[in-house]
């Protein structure tokens, strides 16, 4: 299957490579870079003091979208398409407690078992340097893959502001593959009345011209008829006509991210061997709900996969957080 770094994206380093590895990673690393490359345009800077005040606005500003949209559920997707700065973000109401969404995003261990349940993640780990903490990930294509043949990323974390009021936090990797950079995923929150959150995430990269060539490739073999979540257009019968290429690319993987997100928080309570199961079911439940964009392989297939790179990493920790 011929993939693309906009939709398995982070930024790398990596394992050795096989023969042959960089004709089969071509569109593989620009689904990558697409993916992650999509959340770096509103990382720009910490939060100041009139940051929860501008999310509040924009709450206040959606309301009549969250309330009713085509999702079934108090969300917003958007895009925006550009030559260099491909960028997505979702805004949603969570129905969880501000205090346990902020306990859970602010400590770097978590995301990783986040991020796991995105299905080109291999790999994740956070391991501690003199900067503070660092999120080391492999990221492959959407099936079984050896991994000597991942992307191998690392993001430095930043916990930029937590209060009673709001918080942000900041995922950042300045390389990535065939000339992507500047990899970008911020999430910001704020409490809502009847112990609910507002959450806005955003991801976006930077681009350069081996990796627009690649997206170009992937746009018009096995990207050609994969499609996003913004509606441009109906036609007589009122049928949606759905955005395509680099934002339809975008779109699926912020809406990827944000469904793991909401996985992590909503799956069952249970044991702890247990919660990486419950929410992997969560998660594919999840995106089986939009089938047109996020349809990729059946649950056998992906819970088989997801277990044994689970498994795989806790074994490869030792040898993959070293530098």
């Known amino acids: ?7 398995n994206g982070h930024a790398q380093r990596r394992w050795p490579r096989p023969a042959g590895w960089t004709q089969s990673w071509l569109a593989g690393a620009l689904v990558m870079g697409a993916t992650w490359l999509i959340m770096a345009a509103a ?11 501008q999310l509040n606005a924009k709450y206040l500003e959606l309301a009549p ?15 925006v398409e550009s030559p260099t700065d491909p960028t997505g973000e979702v805004y949603a109401v969570m129905d969880f407690p501000y205090a346990s969404v902020q306990r859970t995003f602010t400590q770097a261990g978590n995301w990783c078992d986040v991020l796991i349940l995105h299905i080109n993640t291999k790999y994740c780990q956070q391991v501690n340097s003199a900067g503070g903490p660092l999120l080391q990930m492999g990221i492959g294509s959407k099936s079984p893959e050896a991994m000597d043949r991942a992307f191998r990323l690392s993001f430095d974390f930043r916990v930029t502001a937590a209060t009673p009021d709001y918080f942000e936090v ?11 950079s500047h990899y970008r995923i911020r999430l910001a929150a704020m409490p809502l009345p009847n112990g609910r959150t507002f959450l806005h995430l955003t991801y976006s990269y930077q681009v350069g011209m081996a990796g627009r060539l690649a997206m170009q490739a992937y746009l018009a073999t096995a990207g050609m008829g994969k499609v996003g979540f913004t509606i441009v257009s109906t036609d007589a019968n009122g049928k949606p006509d759905y955005v395509k290429g680099v934002r339809g690319v975008v779109e699926r993987n912020t809406m990827r991210y944000y469904l793991a997100i909401a996985s992590y928080l909503g799956a069952p309570a249970a044991p702890r061997a247990e919660q990486m199961e419950n929410r992997l079911q969560a998660w594919y439940d999840a995106t089986e709900r939009y089938p047109r964009q996020l349809h990729e392989v059946d649950r056998v297939s992906y819970m088989s996969m997801k277990r044994d790179e689970y498994k795989r990493q806790q074994t490869l920790i030792p040898q993959a957080a070293s530098l």
């Not at 720009?44 to 940051?51: C, E, R």
Request: charged share 15%; aromatic share 2%; hydrophobic share 40%.
């Open 1 to 7: 299957m011929q993939t693309n770094p906009a939709e």
């Open 170 to 180: 900041n995922l950042g990797a300045d390389k990535g593959p065939l000339a992507t």
């Open 43 to 53: 990382l720009a800077a910490p939060a100041s003091g009139d940051a929860q005040a």
């Open 65 to 79: 979208r969250l309330n009713q949209n085509q999702f079934s559920r108090p969300m917003v997707i958007d895009s």
